[in-house]
């Protein structure tokens, strides 16, 4: 179709001179055949069944006889049905006898009414037309509909979705997959079970599915708890995958407990604590010199166990103590002086502090030199701070004078069991001899 630009023209008819600017006569100066000088004759108008007295029969906005001259229907005013009048695309510069004028797969009205130009088949430049961004559900005045980095043209392009950011959904988005060299439209590129975003999120290579070298993918990785960035996550000298795919852990560096790093077990066994079977574990074997793989390795005896614990020092082993109730941390479980192995030693009650009863502890007995299991020679002050006097107070009661002739500490005064406890300056001393000694001056005489 050709646009005419709607310039003053001078219109010449047989018998008829008016002038027009291609949409209505403004004036007529002698048109006796074309009543409503809109340029085509009474006679025309009523073959064509216009009407000869309105120059615009159907309202579009183009006289009758421009619409003839353009191939329009002058008794329609949308000739092409593509929801613009005939008028309005004359104006516009799409053609009223075609309804998509840029041959974009939208019809003129439509594009008009969607912001779109109906005369440019592409909009926004975005190398897709605008009927193909209906298709992918883009926006034909936006070139990146999805604000991705990546024009609506160059997606379809490459097999992604110019309407989302994130075609493939694994939490990056299509421009970042592009400079990070992952597949936009794979969220696994590697294929090691994790998507792309957690692994470039994360510490792991998503284009490398192995990103430790390990011998164990990544997504097998975080199944076994170990760590994908780490080749040996329990540091134990052996990389993971060797761990995994053998009897050893990969997340205990000694999966056998025996005291030594799995990857030190290069000639005993990681998974058995005593490779040798003679008793003692393979680290105490290294630590104490024997051979771990030998289970006669002391000249023809089987090597001896470890000798059990003793926590406190007190010369019982603790499973000992813990058999006769004493306290394994406590050298001295009934604080009489004297130690839990000592007192065995003397056939004393390591949970009695005065095994004989006599009111003296057993230890301060052992260091006087008296029998703690007799208690008839016990010793004792008056001294009533003397830690080895029992609750309730010393025994007064006077002793053996036969007894060993112990000092007291803190110049306390011994009783021993036949001395008086007398003075003997004091007079009730004297008095309390002098029959006695009479007695015996008559025997004599």
Known sequence: MRNTPLLVALVMLPGCF???NDRHVPGQVDCPSDRDCDGLTDAQEERNGTDPDNPDTDEDGMPDGVEGREECDPNNPDTDGDGLTDGGEYDGGTNPTDP????????????????????????????LTDGEEGGHGSN????DTDGDGIEDGDEVDQGTDPASDDTDNDGLTDDEEQAGGTDPTNPDTDGDGLPDGTE??????????????????DGEELAHGTDPADSDTDDDGLSDGDEANGPTDPIDPDSDDDGLLDGDETTTDPTNPD?????QSDGDEVAGGTDPNDPDSHGGTTDPPPPPPDTD?????????EVLGTDPNDPDSDDDGLSDGDELTHGC?????DTDGGGVNDGPEVTNGTDPLDPTDDVHTTDPTDPNIPPGGPDLTPGDPNGPDDVPEDG?????RGECGCDSASPVGWFAGAPLLLLGLRRRR
């Open 412 to 416: 306390g005064t011994i009783r021993r």
């Open 275 to 279: 490779t040798d079977g003679d008793g």
């Open 349 to 353: 009650d390591p949970l009695n502090p």
């Open 200 to 217: 470039s999120n994360g510490n792991t290579d998503p284009n490398d599915p192995d990103s430790d070298d390990d011998g164990l993918e």
């Open 100 to 127: 998509d004028t840029d041959g974009d797969g939208v019809n003129d009205g439509d594009e008009v009414a969607h912001g779109c130009d109906p005369t440019n088949p592409d909009t926004d430049g975005d190398g």
């Open 313 to 321: 020092g007190d010369g019982l082993d603790d499973p000992r103590e």
């Open 18 to 20: 008016y002038v027009t």
């Open 140 to 143: 034909p005045n936006d070139p």
